[in-house]
């Protein structure tokens, strides 16, 4: 499954796994690329997931990870 922003890329393996750290690098990502009403829905639905798989799950579906 293609993210919703595919151009916009974030590095998970290897960095800090923190779920915090995580949606901020999400976030900063997605800004950075002009997508600031993207990077607010995203930030929003990741506060409000019930686990950090879901988190994760949320992340891969905006955009491409590695």
């Known amino acids: 499954m293609e993210p ?3 151009k916009v ?3 998970l ?3 800090d796994g923190n779920v915090f750290s995580i ?3 999400v976030v900063h990502a997605l800004k950075r690329a002009g997508e600031e009403a993207a990077a ?3 930030q929003a639905k990741a ?3 019930h686990s950090y798989d879901e988190v994760l799950s949320l ?3 905006t955009v491409t990870t590695s």
């Open 4 to 6: 919703k922003y595919p």
């Open 9 to 11: 890329k974030v590095r």
């Open 13 to 15: 393996s290897g960095e």
């Open 23 to 25: 949606i901020g690098r």
């Open 40 to 42: 607010q829905e995203f």
């Open 47 to 49: 506060f409000s997931a």
């Open 59 to 61: 992340c891969m579906a």
